[in-house]
């Protein structure tokens, strides 16, 4: 469970940025998405949710950290059909590639650890 441990420590970290900096949501969205202070409270709701999924993903049984990562794997897929519903051009694509990307990169760290 080495590998799905690292990136519950690495998602628990941006769990904690996006409490801290909530701007940085609407910021990389731009003017696409719409409501800055919405954005801002998604922002908040998701460094909370990251900081529970990755508590568990670092320090639950294995069983646990295998139910946390496909969690993870799950939000990531729901954020990146949410978001990329309001987002269009470059916009849409960053969304995609980070939302995707994690959701890729949980996946492949589910897999190895469950082969290990």
């Excluded at 995609?96 to 949980?106: D, E, F, I, R």
Aim: proline share 3%; glycine share 12%; net charge positive.
């Amino acid at each position: 469970m080495k590998l799905s441990r690292t990136l519950s420590a690495a998602t628990a970290s941006y769990g904690a940025y996006a409490l801290a900096r909530p701007s940085h949501l609407p910021d990389a969205l731009g003017s696409q998405a719409g409501d800055r202070e919405g954005l801002e409270l998604l922002s908040q709701s998701y460094g909370v949710r990251d900081l529970a999924v990755s508590a568990a993903g670092l320090f639950g049984s294995p069983r646990v950290v295998k139910a946390a990562m496909a969690i993870r794997i799950a939000a990531d897929l729901g954020d990146c059909a949410l978001l990329a519903a309001r987002t269009e051009g470059d916009v849409r694509r960053k969304v995609m590639g980070v939302t995707l990307g994690w959701a890729g990169l949980n996946a492949v760290a589910l897999l190895v650890d469950r082969k290990g």
